[in-house]
Structure formats: structure tokens, C-alpha cells
């Protein structure tokens, strides 16, 4: 039993904790795509969940670094091997960002040498590209530079990809996609983005 399990057992007492394990380890690619909320809060319960499995975790987020999101300080107060990069100038041509498009690709192509080098470093279980099928849909990076990075991936690293408007070549090399679709938004009846739901 581990450190972990014994403090688990602690806690809650009424449990009997079972870990269970593969008998093939396989690192997935996973893309989460869709117009609606809640792709880069489904990957960050990815991170939560390496975490508890003492992964070394990076995220690096494409579009986000101009508006503090909570997940900025969220990762910094758990004990846990996470690096989050906003590496993004905000949402390229809306809500008045005034960035030009050319400076949103140098971002994003920096991010990308980001990703790259950590991808291929052998050093991570998880690895989450926040908001990079939007870069694609926006020109801000090439798709023939997400493929590279999918398949420059070692064998048993987990690479999440997010952001509306995956691409097919994208979403064809994925082992797990989910498409988050929109049913109702607050934004829509008025109510502005809240902390802690929205960022």
C-alpha cells in the first residue's frame, strides 16, 4: 500500500480503495473540440487526475495570457509536478484584443517550439495543448505542424489537444475525441463570463 492509499484511507475510512492498472500502458491522443463550455475545464480534470497519479504534467495554452484565468494560481497551491504556459496574447480579432494577427502567429509558433521541445522530452505523462485547434482555425499555426507534434509523441505520453474546430487530420489521429456541444450559455442571456465557471 502506498503513502498515498494509507492517507486515502484516512480520510475516508468508509472506502476500500482499489487501484487498478492496465496490462498495456498506451499514452492517448485526446481531442476535445465543440462549441460549447467546458473543453479546457475537462482538461484541466485531466491534470488533476495525473496529478494524483504523480505524472509530470504541462499545459501549455495557446489563445489564453492576456486575462488572469484561475487555473493560474490552482496549479501554483497543488502539490503536484504541473507547468501551465500562457503562451497566447488572448483571443486573436474578438472582444477587442488589439493584437494584430501577426503577432498572435509569432505567439502561437513560440508556443509551438514550446510544445515541441516538451513533447519530445520524454520527461511528462500529460501534456495539454489548450486552445491549439483554434490556432489552426485561425491560421496562427499550421496543421501540418500539430500532425508533427502528434506523432513526434513518445509511446506512453497523453497529449490533449482543445479548442473548437479540430480539424479532420486532427481529430483522425486522436484515440479518444469528444465534442462538446452547446446547449445553453449564460453569455447568451446577457450574463457576463464568472469566476471560477468562465476563467
Known sequence: MTDFD????RLYPQLEVTRIDPR???GLVVVLTGYGKGKTSSALGMVLRACGHGMKVCMIQFMKGDIFTGEWEAVKKMACDVELIPSGMG???IQ???FTHAQHREAAQRAIVLA???ITSGEYGLIVLDEINNAVHLNLVDQAQVIDLIESKPPLLHLVLTGRDATPE???RADTVSEVKEI???YRKGIEPQP????
Do not use: E, S, W
Open 184 to 186: 445553453a450559455h449564460a
Open 96 to 98: 477587442g484584443n488589439p
Open 6 to 9: 494509507r492517507k486515502l484511507n
Open 91 to 93: 483571443f486573436c480579432g
Open 116 to 118: 515541441r521541445q516538451r
Open 24 to 26: 498495456k500502458r498506451v
Open 196 to 199: 471560477g465557471i468562465d476563467f
Open 170 to 172: 486532427t481529430i483522425a
